[in-house]
Each structure stands twice: as structure tokens, then as C-alpha cells.
């Protein structure tokens, strides 16, 4: 089945930009989405449509793709940005999504 | 505004059927840019799409869990069912109801927003 692979941790300084990889072979062909955990809650949509914010998210979440690897981008990362980020797409046929293994963001 | 919740038992024993309601508040299940979708995850793990439904009553699911799993919806109330048989203790987990917003001529969607999520164990 297909696969989303994401680095397990990043750690970043405060004010840093933080960057979180997410690599598929589709990636080329279907949308990729971010989400956001922090412990004990569910998760967050911060990025859809590759680089699209929902309203609401602050500007230094940014999304990128280039081939077949996405990005998400913490610019001038908070204490608050301290969560679980996972990526999520769709396998090239368009049948069903799939969950990266998640990367945990760690503020020094 | 958009509520998702989740409910069902919190305790099944090996080789029963799970059954879980998602009730959904401030949009309607006929919508056809929207559906709801299940989603787990096991304590300190990664989420694991389960299944999603559609307003047509288009369907999918996970491909490893296919044999398994059956969703349904219920427009008038709101609600959409998913059964699970044959638990095991390895499919203990927080399971997520969210409400899929679908790209356009596809069948597939990203998840906004989330239920709060229900713990389901299983243990005899």
C-alpha cells in the first residue's frame, strides 16, 4: 500500500523556521494536507491544496511541493508550535488517503 | 459552526463488532462537496484513515481493513455509522470522526474539522 514518509522529530530554536518534509511517489499528482496535534486534542488543519491556509492559521504556516517531496514551513516558530505535524494525500488512482508517520516539532 | 461527535462504547471485548456514531451539527450530509470520514490512532502512534462516505453514498475505505469495516450514514439525523468486527487488542485506539471536504471530481478530500475523538479498548 502506499506510503507517506516524514522525518520522526525537528527541532528548531525560537524565532527559528522550522521545516517538515513529507515524501510519495503521488505527491506529484495529488494534493498534499498538514495537520497539527498537540497532546490530548485532535487534529488541526494548517495547510490544504499544498500551500493553501484555512482562515484562522497564523501566517508562518506555509506550505510547499516540488516533485515528490511537500514542506511544510514554520517561519519565526512560537513555544505554541510545539505539536505532532503529519501529512496526509491520496495514493495516484484517487481511492483512498493516507497519513505520514507523523514528525514530532520540538522548541528548544 | 461545524461540531463533530463521537460516541460509542469505550470498552469491547476480542472478536466483537465495534460500533461508532458520528453526529454532525452545522452542515448537512447532502452536501456534495462533503462527507465525513473515520480515523484512529493507537496510544503514541500515527493516524490511520479508516473510511469515508459521501452525500451520494459513495464510499471507501482502508485497504487493510476493508474486510472489516462497513459506513453508512443516516441524512435525517445527521449521523454516520461505522461498524468494525472481529476487535482485537492491536485496534485499541482514539477514534476520530471529521468531516471531508471532497476535490472536486474526485473521491478523495482532506479532513476539517475534526471530532474530539472517543477511546475505544479492547480487552476481555
Known sequence: ?108 | QVTLKESGPVLVKPTETLTLTCTVSGFSLSNARMGVSWIRQPPGKALEWLAHIFSNDEKSYSTSLKSRLTISKDTSKSQVVLTMTNMDPVDTATYYCARIWRVPATAIGWFDPWGQGTLVTVSS
Open chain 1, 1 to 108: 500500500s502506499y506510503e507517506l514518509t516524514q522525518p520522526p522529530s525537528v527541532s528548531v530554536s525560537p524565532g527559528q523556521t522550522a521545516r517538515i518534509t513529507c515524501s510519495g511517489d503521488a505527491l506529484p499528482k495529488q494534493y498534499a494536507y498538514w495537520y497539527q496535534q498537540k497532546p490530548g486534542q485532535a487534529p488541526v488543519l494548517v495547510i490544504y491544496k499544498d500551500s493553501e491556509r484555512p482562515s484562522g492559521i497564523p501566517e508562518r504556516f506555509s506550505g510547499s511541493s516540488s516533485g515528490t517531496t511537500v514542506t511544510l514551513t514554520i517561519s519565526g516558530v512560537q513555544a505554541e508550535d510545539e505539536a505532532d505535524y503529519y501529512c496526509q494525500s491520496a495514493d495516484s488512482s484517487g481511492t483512498y488517503e493516507v497519513f505520514g508517520g507523523g514528525t514530532k516539532l520540538t522548541v528548544l
